[in-house]
């Protein structure tokens, strides 16, 4: 039987890690290497594939089912040599990294007639079951993988989202069996795919094509009938380079149109100048009623001044990249007394189980989960799920106090793999701690935990960052949106935070002055204002704060 054409398919998920190369930068260069070291990576621990295509074959099929309806379901599956323990490769089917493929329910597959052991999973609320299947001397067999529940994260109202999704070099028919097979695989509830430029790099995103189509009906709107909404948007960035550090990207979802230019500078499209910034498409967005996250963590000069703006909905980290930490932006800007959302997603490909989780009554809609998310109601995690309340409030709401105060925060992690510990976080500083502990296949972490609380701030829960690795050979994360504490009716202001970035904001514009192109020097100061306006803001609330002392 003639296999599927879905080779490129295949190495092109395994190139994911070179994102972590800089930022955005896609040169052929970085990604052949990166291709190269994740093929090395799961090669290392597969048996040959061509071997592997000479033994005499079965045709096995596997029903993986949830346990609970019996339904059949598309599920990330690993198939093992159970003799020498090295995993087998699957021909035409897509490949997630260390050896996992993402199989459509009831997927009918070629393995060699031996003895096998198939681990299967799905999303991050279901244990991992591992099954043993002897085909030795078996053309035809099939067998019926049980999955269990240990969360039932949607029971609980919660539905989980990627926010940032690319696809390039693959053919239309790959692109949109890879959207129809993986976020089912991984049991997301909502993706968003992005539109994004670049020159000349761009003639090899098939997902701009499918997102341009979109907008008067397209593939994301027939996709959307098989389990997984998926919504369209964009991704408007400036770079300073190919991928040097610029005015920043940042997404803009659920538009009706493109936001144009899609990019700017001659950074990215080799034409142009550096004078339009990208508050101007993120109003011209917010004006049609888009929802904005910043991309990429505190990667980009134009994040601080937006955020002082009120012009960004949402924070993104750990999308496409591990790089920075919390400290580096959502720490900063809460204890300013910012209301700012936890987001995540993965960039090009869904290469980790990486999403943001949001609370949604009745249908789920991009514009109800989009709103949830907004309101600051949400968990990022590619692994662990978390739970947080206090006496009185919840994530994303404010805890009102009329004076210093001892207040219960009660919290809860599950996850699959052992994420080590639950990290009790007091206006970025862990003010308590508990271990995780082995039940029934899956950890758990749980604490109560009376805090004295004697100045406004924020508090969330997070896992550490030394906590271990997915399934997918990724840094574990999780870290909730924050309950913000309000004391006698103030909010937290730390002056040497707003001293530091108007620092920053300063030497942001040396920058810009050294490697900006402008039309003339009224497009200079266009630009140069943006920040001066972000810097008379912070002195303002540094003197209006100074005066309260």
Known sequence: MARRPTVSLTLLILACPFFQLSGHETSRRAFQLARQLAQSQAAATAEDAEQIRKLPQCRLLIDVVDAESQQSVPAVVRIINAETGKAIPLFGEIHRGLNWYSLDAKSTISLPQMKLKIEALRGLDTTQTTRVIDLREQAKSSITIP??????????GLRSGNTHLHLMKLTHEEAIRYLRVVPQSDDLDLVFLSHLRRIPDERHYISNRIVEESFTGGNLQRLSQHGVLLGGGEEHRHNFGRGGEG????????????IRPVSIGPGIMRDGTDGIPLRRGIREARAEEATVIWCHNDFGMEDLPNWLAGLVHAQNIFDGSERGSYEDSFYRYLNLGMRVPFSTGTDWFIYDFARVYVPVDGELTTATWLSGLRNGKSFITNGPLLELESERAHVGETL????????????RGMGRRDFKALELVCNGKVVHRVETVPHEGYFVAEMRHGLQISE???VAVRVPREAGQSELGRQL?????????????KQIFRADVAKAMIDELTASKQTIGKKGVFADALARQGIMQIYDDAIADLARQIKHHDKQD
């Open 456 to 458: 406004p701030g924020w």
């Open 147 to 156: 999955l269990h529940r240990f969360y039932a994260a949607r029971f609980r």
């Open 477 to 489: 994360f999780a870290h909730t949106s924050p309950i913000y504490i309000a004391v006698a009716g």
């Open 247 to 258: 005015y920043g990207h940042v997404m803009l979802l659920d538009i009706a149109k493109l």
């Open 400 to 411: 009102d106090l009329t004076g210093p105060n001892e207040v219960t925060f009660v919290a």
